[in-house]
Nanobody, 114 residues
Framework: QVQLVESGGGLVQAGGSLRLSCAAS????????MYWYRQILGKQRELVAS???????NYADSVKGRFTISGDNAKNTVYLQMNSLKPEDTAVYYC????????WGQGTQVTVSS
């Protein structure tokens, strides 16, 4: 079973930065892809960023140029660097990994104040 644990969320002012971490139970190279999703209260979960085992990345238009997804193979960890944060980025952020199916972490809260 794939286990994912997110950390790094918190309260930050608009324009600030946070780095989220997703620690995986196995080598991140064993996953086809890893993802960061977010869920704004009362809305559906949406894909924010993805990274494949080959290192290709994709971003939602709403975060492009501000967020960066990356991985550290030695630490079995994927990161989401979030810069120039906006109040609209306030959400629970979830890590997900595609192995045999899509596995989810428990989420970490990010709150951006105006």
């Amino acid at each position: 079973q794939v286990q994912l644990v997110e950390s790094g969320g918190g309260l930050v002012q608009a324009g600030g930065s946070l780095r989220l971490s997703c620690a995986a139970s196995r080598s991140i190279l064993s996953y086809s892809a890893m993802y960061w999703y977010r869920q704004i209260l009362g809305k559906q979960r949406e894909l924010v960023a993805s990274i494949t085992s080959g290192g290709s990345t994709n971003y939602a238009d709403s975060v492009k140029g501000r967020f960066t997804i990356s991985g550290d193979n030695a630490k079995n960890t994927v990161y989401l660097q979030m810069n120039s944060l906006k109040p609209e980025d306030t959400a629970v952020y979830y890590c997900a990994a595609l192995y045999r199916d899509l596995s989810w972490g428990q989420g970490t809260q990010v709150t951006v104040s105006s």
